[in-house]
């Protein structure tokens, strides 16, 4: 199966933006791009999802470019609470799998 | 609204014991999955329901692993006998709709085959 890629960890600190980009060749036309948030000892949290261009919700922006080959999820203003594993997911051409990458693990630091 | 309930959330076992895994998904969720979660690692997609019927089983171990999901509600998943590298995460997440791929996860069982 063809895998997303994302960078394994980030670091930030309280009150930056962060941005994560997500990197998936093997998209889907019909598909869509969702990016949730997973805390230790916890199920993943449903963030945000987009098909194209932007998309924005109270808690954050997704940025799509035209060739929907990646996409970033935008994180403004970040707290101590944000410090978690985000993943994207996609499914992949032809098969409809459900592929969640390796994540990125993001630290908030004071 | 009640999330996805599972239980137990965590299970200690002897390899070649079985063990059985249960989820309860949201209301009116027609789809439901499962997943297992290595230390470390993303969500690995064991089966998909769409109501009662298996849509997509096709990284299940079959020869010891084992899903039903009666009535197209609540789901059972059983390790029949388990190993030492079956320890993870085993995660359940319902959604509404297959297309949109939102998912609302369960909190997990945390297996421990000793």
């Known amino acids: 199966l063809a895998k997303t890629t994302q960078p394994i960890s980030m670091d930030s600190y309280e009150g930056q933006e962060v941005n994560i980009t997500c990197s998936h060749n093997n998209i889907a036309t019909n598909d869509y791009i969702t990016w949730y948030q997973q805390f230790p000892s916890q199920g993943p949290r449903f963030i945000i999802q987009?098909?194209?261009t932007k998309v924005t919700n109270e808690v954050a922006s997704l940025f799509i470019p035209a060739d929907r080959k990646s996409s970033t999820l935008s994180l403004p203003r970040v707290s101590l609470s944000d410090t978690a594993v985000y993943y994207c997911l996609v499914a992949e051409t032809g098969r409809r799998a459900l592929t969640f990458g390796s994540g990125t693990r993001l630290q908030v630091q004071p | 609204e009640a999330g996805v309930v599972q239980s137990p959330r965590y299970k200690i076992i002897e390899k070649k014991q079985p063990v059985a895994f249960w989820c309860n998904p949201i209301?009116?969720?027609?789809?439901l999955y499962w997943y297992r979660q290595n230390l470390g690692q993303g969500p690995e997609l064991l089966i998909r329901y769409e109501n009662e019927e298996a849509v997509d089983d096709s990284q299940l171990p079959k020869d010891r692993f084992s899903a039903e999901r009666l009535k197209g509600v609540d789901s059972t998943l059983k390790i029949q006998p388990a190993e030492l590298g079956d320890s993870a995460v085993y995660l359940c997440?319902?959604?509404?709709?297959?297309?949109?791929?939102?998912?609302?996860f369960g909190a997990g069982t945390r297996l421990s085959v000793l």
């Open positions: 987009g098909y194209k």
């Open positions: 209301s009116g969720h027609n789809t």
């Open positions: 997440a319902s959604s509404l709709d297959l297309g949109t791929n939102i998912q609302y």
